[in-house]
């Protein structure tokens, strides 16, 4: 820690001295706050005159990285309040915000101003298909709804209007990996059209290799023997992404269409273990303004994410000479070992389908404000099954449908001859569980199940001058946990679960306060924002020993937990001379869980005490480019109960990146040839629980754009 602090500190001195004896360079920067967002309000904003804090991945920015996991965590793990854990390359980034841990149900991950029904969704969008990144932070619930407890993230689609050209390329990299791809965008009268292709096939590595499933074996937990990868976990990845779209002469109409297509095919690293699939998102847009009066906005989307999965035997205990030339995992004592067995065992189904629906209208009518009435709905469906190895019989099977709505308000006001920005905003939530099936439950058709949320977000930005300003902003979000915590009641087996429909959506409460300075030339610019918050009424499990029988355990949730977060996060940017420009990110949190039955004292799971970047990126296109980052963290836990074991708990960790490229301007198009390094070093981390990170990874890139 103290290591990191050290050179964030000199980094902000060294660019304050540079900034000092040069006065006169172009402004460039490697992480930018937009000029212009969406994702704060909802409709196009200045982003210097808001409270809230929203930064921006642009495109051209996403083109300056390498990363061995082609998905949006990637691009957005360099920046302020964000901390980001990965797994395998198949499953989403682990996106944590403002130390509020648990991003299944504390980040809300977005495409185009639509939720997604669940993380795993967004890896079905290729970062190389986004026009830009937004991340706000602070609770969000008061726009967008459940699960925006530490902020949002929303992936903005690629249209005709981003892309004029033609963009041929071939990338190969470590581990065997083939990343082709070709786009095709245009813009002409009133209309604009984007079409792509990428495909990502990789021999992989092991995911989680045999040392770190023996650890776990060895210290009391033999299950995670079944997370081992024998052999690399090989995948081919194909994405399809298009959009269409057109805009009258006097841009009073609109619409656009967009769609993306994911189809996976991985092996699992072990014999007859298997994932495929495919997960669609489509988003629209339709627009329609009388100048100075309304805008009205309606989006709609469908999202689809259907896998099969086939599972094994697994792990098994022997007597050694019964191995028959199988797999060993561990040796339990002279007799007896843990082999791996591949007869298939069962094969699952799932299908989770979302159509979400939001019609906003924007106000102009008053001078200076802004008032923003809209609703949304959404109706969710899931569906599970668990077939026998032949599938001649349903073994398990769970289905249900949530029916969501929202009716929201927001004011956005600029005050005193454009000195004081302020913003209001509220929402409620109403939402369902409906035609619930579960055929291991012990009532298979339970009740509907009822719930609903009032948020509220405000905040104010005061400009001292054009350089300096100051904000602070206040705002809650909410949590509802997981459907079947609500209805799902089992009492078979060792491990028996118990409902709770009178399960509380958890509440999160957080103020901020800021400052941000810009040089007047806007060449050098940083920023300091404190923050505090609370997550009330916490969702928890509790593990409990059945009273009469032994060996079971009954498995609760409730509202039991209470966690303390507060935090500082620094920024600083600044282009040093011509071609050079220094960048720095350095966040500070402290998440602790005050009020528990169990955990009081601890630190909240996936919130490290620190965390940051440093980068310097070198720019000539007359001559060539390079990009040098160093990221780095400190501790974590995997879980609230903070147990003391390697991969539970995740040790500190600092990686260096780099990536060179350059432009040859031939055959009246533009090469982009490019050679990256992730994890320079070769260095050893915990990537999110038992996944390892890859070591280092090397791709060499080349592209060919060309006007149309």
């Known amino acids: 820690m103290r290591k990191a602090i050290f050179l964030f500190t000199l980094l902000l001195y060294f660019v304050t001295y540079l900034h000092s004896q040069n006065a006169n360079v172009d402004s460039l920067s490697i992480y930018v706050k937009s000029a212009i967002t969406v994702t704060a309000t909802k409709y196009q904003t200045e982003l210097k005159k808001l409270p809230v804090i929203v930064n921006s991945i642009s495109e051209s920015l996403i083109s300056t990285q390498i990363n061995s996991n082609p998905n949006i965590g990637e691009y957005v793990r360099n920046l302020p309040g964000v901390s980001v854990g990965h797994g395998n390359r198949n499953i989403p980034p682990w996106i944590h915000m403002r ?74 990299g ?85 769609a993306h297509y994911f189809n996976e095919d991985k092996y699992g690293g072990r014999q007859n273990s298997t994932t495929d699939g495919y997960r669609m998102l489509g988003s629209g847009k339709i627009y329609y303004t009388i100048p100075n009066i309304l805008k009205s906005t309606l989006r709609f989307g469908y999202q689809n994410l259907t896998g099969n999965t086939q599972s094994t035997k697994g792990a098994v205990l022997v007597s050694n000479n019964a191995i028959n030339g199988r797999y060993i995992f561990v040796q339990k004592d002279a007799n007896n070992s843990y ?119 405000g905040g104010l930005k005061y400009f001292i001058s054009n350089e300096l300003q100051i904000r602070t902003s206040y705002g809650t979000a909410f949590w509802p946990g997981t459907a079947t915590w609500f209805f799902q009641n089992l009492s078979t087996g060792n491990t028996w679960r118990e409902a709770n429909p009178g399960l509380k959506p958890e509440k999160t409460n957080m103020v901020d306060a800021g400052i941000d300075f810009s040089s007047q030339n806007e060449y050098f610019n940083c920023s300091a924002t404190i923050y505090y918050g609370k997550i009330i009424d916490a969702i928890t499990y509790r593990y409990d020993q059945h009273p009469t029988l032994p060996g079971v355990q009954i498995i609760r949730t409730q509202n039991s937990d209470e966690v303390q977060i ?85 040790k500190p960790y600092t990686v260096f990146d780099a990536k060179i490229w350059k432009s040859l301007y031939l055959l009246s198009g533009e090469f982009i040839i490019s050679l990256g390094f992730d994890n320079i070093f070769n260095k050893k981390y915990d990537g999110e629980f038992v996944y390892n990170a890859p070591g280092r990874y090397v791709e060499f890139g080349v592209k060919y754009k060309f006007s149309i």
């Open 99 to 172: 130390g509020t841990g648990y991003f299944i149900g504390r980040t809300l991950y977005m495409v185009d101003e639509l939720p997604l029904i669940e993380p795993r969704l967004c890896i079905a969008f290729n970062p190389e298909n986004a026009s830009s990144i937004d991340v706000i932070l602070g609770p969000s619930s008061s726009l967008y709804g459940p699960n925006a407890s530490g902020g949002a993230l929303n992936i903005i689609s690629k249209t005709g209007l981003d892309q004029s050209s033609i963009i041929i390329g071939q990338n190969i």
């Open 174 to 258: 470590s581990f065997t990996t083939y990343r082709p791809s070709i786009s095709v965008g245009k813009a002409f009268e009133n209309f604009h059209f984007y079409g792509s292709f990428n495909l990502d096939d990789s021999k992989g590595y092991k995911n989680t290799d045999l040392n770190t499933g023996v650890y776990l074996f060895k210290n009391g937990l033999p299950s995670y023997l079944n997370y081992v990868a024998i052999e690399d976990e090989k995948y081919t990845n194909t994405y399809f992404s298009g959009s269409l779209g057109y805009k009258n002469d006097l841009n009073t109409f609109g619409i656009t269409l967009n």
């Open 339 to 457: 082999v791996y067995d591949p007869t298939i065992t069962s094969k699952g189904e799932s299908k989770n389908q979302s159509i979400p629906i939001d019609l906003q209208n924007d106000i102009y009518l008053l001078r200076d404000h802004i008032i923003t009435i809209g609703g949304s709905f959404i109706k969710d469906s899931y569906n599970s099954k668990t077939y026998n190895a032949d599938k001649t019989k349903l073994n398990a099977e769970t289905r249900y449908k949530i029916d969501r709505s929202a009716i929201y308000a927001q004011l956005y006001s600029k005050l005193f001859e454009d000195k004081l920005f302020a913003l209001l905003g509220f929402r409620y939530d109403k939402w369902t569980y409906t035609d619930i099936f579960d055929m291991g439950s012990t009532i298979k058709n339970p009740p509907d199940v009822s719930k609903d949320a009032f948020n509220f977000r």
């Open 566 to 650: 507060k935090g500082l996060e620094l920024s600083a940017n600044y282009k040093i001379f011509t071609f050079f420009t220094l960048n720095g990110n350095l966040t500070f949190n402290k998440s602790e869980i005050t009020k528990s039955p169990t955990n009081k004292g601890h630190r909240l799971r996936n919130a490290p005490d620190y965390f940051g970047n440093m980068a310097i990126l070198y720019a000539n296109q007359d001559l060539i480019n390079f990009k040098l980052s160093m990221r780095f963290s400190d501790d974590r836990y995997y879980d609230d109960e903070n147990t003391q074991l390697d991969y539970y708990h995740m």
